[in-house]
């Protein structure tokens, strides 16, 4: 038995070494752990707060609209106690949004309450406006019926309609906008239906940017799988001469290749001026402010995209495959789509990836060479931000474009990995 | 010379492929080509005219190029361009380089996960983040300041860095910076004497990228500026829109002009990183 007892004893004395030196190995990598965090950390704090707390701010706001609760706080309240829909509200809701409608005209905040109403429930806007304005000279303390004044005021006050919009307008919380973006709409009882089809702004547009950017990226692999190519064969010192036509355009700035463009494409631009004075035409082509110049301009811009990573993997591709495969009785052809092909994936697939990601949210150039058939998604966040003060329309859009986004990025990232973008 | 025993179909391909690269690489270079000589237009169009196409020296002329340096909102965007581009280089450079060390460790954890979040901004559209960052800097009253237009272009330029710096340190022996300690060196004297100096040319080529990603930067501008915080890019744009005018080309011919140095630092800082074995393919 004592047998045992020393056995044990000095099982767990070499435990004890055993566990302390696991410890310290254990520390040691703690340690180095924490000290890459600490690396780290600054930028990623740096990122999170100026980076993804505004773009998590903006999907925030694409569901998130208090500005009609805010207005009119009270009637907002009780409203929500209004159950069957189909008869009108009570003389306190109509008491209450009457003396509200008239704080309002006084603060002159009565036009933005009725422009986010007509929002949710279009033509309502001019009701609330046409009452407001005079609503404001009556004494509202001396009046016996509230339903009476405002259906006198205005009829549409007499159906439950119009409260139906002012309900829905005053959740704070809504899924309207993606709706809208979406071109669905939601009614004010809270069902959701499809745009007819002519009212569908949205999708058509979000279809034509998909097309757009698919034409894009097999362009720019069109024209830029030759050139990799041409260039992974050649003496590297050769390569890094023509590369050059490859990086200048790539970091000059995109602003400026669309001023060429414009320059290039306008009426009495190169194209054109030299056509007419070949006589190859008589009147200037129509070829800028529409898709043509999009596409076109955009394969320039992004071709480097294609080019580059193509390059980075054709040059590591081994030519004695195929060799071997026509030695082995393969035709050129055939040893070039079924062994070089399949090998230049990789390179590929990035450069495509990378295209098309780009292209799905470009801006600048449809902008500028669009025209109105060249206009692409990112244009219509812009246009809403803008142009139309819809914030919460533009971050509904652009949270649809940035989910697209984050999923081929995701692809991305397993296929190539977000690390081995070249530069 | 073609070998004589190419067959002919071997020979197209040969010459066929030549011609196509040609072509491709003409039409990435022809606008920038055209882009410089329209620069010196005397009159005010975006066409050659007669004169220029003849090379009469009367049909030439330095004066947009003039306007741009003398007219008051080009010297206000220029000076504003290089402030902007240079304040927001040394925040990308100096957090992106501090944090492109750390996740060159092999024991960084969740490496993949933030590698993609720090490479993120140079994937999400500039619209988006236009938009986001037009709320949140609203949200929390900067909107309007020098700093919230550094800060945004300064996450943009931080891709660059990052990857940039890790492309240095891919080939950086780490063993170095065990050695440098055991020396007795902190890990600051360490990082300064040991491991900057071997990635030094990463640093600039990251810094030369960051820089002129915000110096072209348009449309963070134009969702977050002020007018009197118009950049070159913003003058142009608006330029483009409302009133083209050669002075357009000129600011476009020097931008292209900055670019064609910034290339041929880079080229430069890679070749003599390459000889030194620091680049890994």
């Known amino acids: 038995m004592p047998n045992t007892d020393t056995t044990t004893n000095d099982t767990s004395d070499h435990l004890a070494l055993n566990s302390e030196h696991t410890q310290k190995y254990n520390q040691a990598i703690r340690r180095e752990k924490t000290k890459a965090l600490v690396l780290v950390l600054p930028l990623l704090f740096f990122l999170i707060v100026f980076f993804i707390t505004p773009i998590g701010y903006m999907l925030y706001r694409s569901f998130y609209n208090p500005t009609v609760a805010n207005l009119a706080p009270k009637t907002a309240e009780i409203l929500t106690q209004w159950q069957d829909i189909s008869k009108l509200p009570n003389e306190e809701t109509y008491k209450t949004l009457a003396y509200e409608i008239q704080q309002l005209q006084k603060s002159r905040l009565s036009g933005k309450f009725a422009e986010e109403v007509n929002r949710r429930l279009p033509r309502t806007g001019s009701v609330i406006k046409r009452t407001a304005r005079k609503i404001k000279e009556i004494e509202l303390d001396n009046v016996k019926n509230y339903q009476e004044l405002l259906t006198s005021l205005h009829e549409k006050w007499g159906k439950p309609e119009i409260w139906t919009g002012i309900r829905s307008a005053s959740d704070k919380f809504t899924i309207n906008y993606y709706a809208n973006a979406l071109d669905y709409k939601l009614e004010p009882s809270g069902e959701i239906v499809k745009q007819s089809e002519d009212m569908q702004v949205y999708l058509p547009i979000l279809q034509r940017t998909f097309t757009i950017a698919l034409i894009i990226t097999l362009l720019t692999f069109l024209l830029g799988y030759p050139v990799a190519y041409y260039l992974s064969l050649i003496p590297l010192k050769k390569a890094s001469i023509l590369l050059i036509f490859v990086l200048l355009p790539f970091w000059t700035s995109l602003l400026v290749r669309t001023t060429a463009w414009i320059a290039i494409l306008q009426s009495n631009g190169v194209i054109n001026q030299s056509l007419l004075s070949l006589h190859i035409i008589d009147k200037p082509l129509d070829i800028i402010y529409n898709q043509f110049s999009t596409i076109l301009a955009m394969t320039h811009i992004l071709l480097p995209f294609m080019i580059l990573p193509l390059y980075s993997v054709m040059k590591g591709i081994d030519s004695s495959y195929v060799r071997a495969a026509q030695s082995l009785g393969a035709n050129p052809f055939k040893a070039f789509i079924q062994v070089y092909f399949p090998l230049s994936l990789p390179g590929l697939s990035a450069g495509a990836l990378l295209v098309f990601i780009i292209s799905i949210g470009y801006y600048i150039t449809p902008a500028l060479i669009g025209g109105v058939d060249g206009q692409l998604i990112s244009n219509l966040v812009a246009h809403h931000m803008r142009s139309t003060n819809n914030w919460e329309l533009a971050a509904a859009l652009g949270s649809v474009l940035l989910v697209l986004i984050i999923a081929l990025y995701w692809i991305y990232d397993r296929l190539v990995g977000a690390s081995n973008i070249k530069l | ?281």
């Open chain 2, 1 to 281: 010379m073609l070998p004589v025993y190419y067959s002919p179909i071997r020979k197209l391909w040969h010459y066929g492929l030549r011609i196509i690269v040609g072509l491709v690489l003409l039409f990435l270079i022809f606008p920038i080509l055209v882009t410089i000589p329209l620069s010196f237009n005397v009159e005010p169009f975006f066409t050659f005219t007669e004169g220029m196409l003849k090379l009469d020296p009367v049909a030439y002329s330095t004066k947009w190029y003039v306007e741009f340096f003398t007219d008051h909102k080009w010297n206000l965007a220029l000076k504003n361009s290089f402030y902007f581009a240079f304040m927001s280089t040394i925040l990308a450079t100096v957090l992106g380089t501090v944090a492109a060390v750390g996740l060159a460790s092999d024991r960084m954890p969740f490496k993949s996960l933030i590698t993609a979040i720090l490479i993120s901004p140079m994937i999400v559209p500039l619209v988006i983040i236009a938009a986001g960052m037009y709320f949140f800097y609203s949200a929390i009253n900067i909107a309007g300041s020098d700093m919230a237009i550094i800060f945004a272009h300064a996450i943009l330029g931080i891709p660059f860095v990052v990857i940039t710096v890790t492309a240095t340190l891919a080939g950086f022996d780490q063993s170095l910076l065990r050695a440098s300690s055991s020396l007795g060196a902190n890990p600051i004297s360490t990082f300064f004497n040991v491991t900057f100096p071997l990635i030094r040319p990463g640093v600039i080529s990251g810094a030369l990228f960051a820089f002129v990603t915000s110096f072209d930067e348009v449309v963070l501008i134009i969702f977050l500026a002020d007018p009197d915080q118009r950049t070159i890019p913003r003058q142009m744009f608006s330029g483009l829109r409302e009133q083209i005018n050669p002075t357009i080309l000129a600011a476009a011919s020097l931008l292209i002009l900055i670019s064609i140095i910034l290339l041929f630092t880079i080229e430069i800082l890679r070749r003599r990183s390459e000889s030194k074995g620091m680049f890994q393919k």
